[in-house]
């Protein structure tokens, strides 16, 4: 069974930095596309950030590039996002998700991409 358990949300004030982590089990962790999205409240969710290879190429959305980085411990199957410089648009439940990329369905930042998704945590900036 694939598991995916996130933590390292808080609540911090416009210009600090978070790390979120999530443990994966239960499948070839290396063989996965990885990625990080949000939800904020009454709008759709948001990728924010894959690791798309082995090894370990990377994607992110324009609204976190050069404030946040995907980063994977291979060694312990876990999966970080490195938050920093955050703002009040940032507040929302941050989802770990794992997927089996294909030719016909590579990795990307796309909710339809992925079937297995963590249970959320909340992250909340305050101005």
């Known amino acids: 069974e694939v598991r995916l358990v996130e933590s390292g949300g808080d609540s911090v004030q416009t210009g600090g930095s978070l790390r979120l982590s999530c443990e994966a089990s239960?499948?070839?962790?290396?063989?996965?596309?990885m990625a990080w999205f949000r939800q904020a409240p009454g709008k759709e969710r948001e990728g924010i950030a894959a690791i798309v290879d082995r090894a370990g190429s990377t994607k992110y959305g324009d609204s976190v590039t050069g404030r946040f980085s995907i980063s994977r411990d291979n060694d312990n199957d876990r999966l970080y996002l490195q938050m920093d410089n955050l703002q009040p648009e940032d507040t929302g439940t941050y989802y770990c998700a794992g997927a089996v990329p294909s030719v016909a369905h590579p990795c990307a930042l796309r909710v339809s991409r992925f079937a297995h998704w963590g249970q959320g945590t909340q992250v909340t900036v305050s101005s």
């Open positions: 239960g499948y070839d962790y290396m063989g996965y596309c």
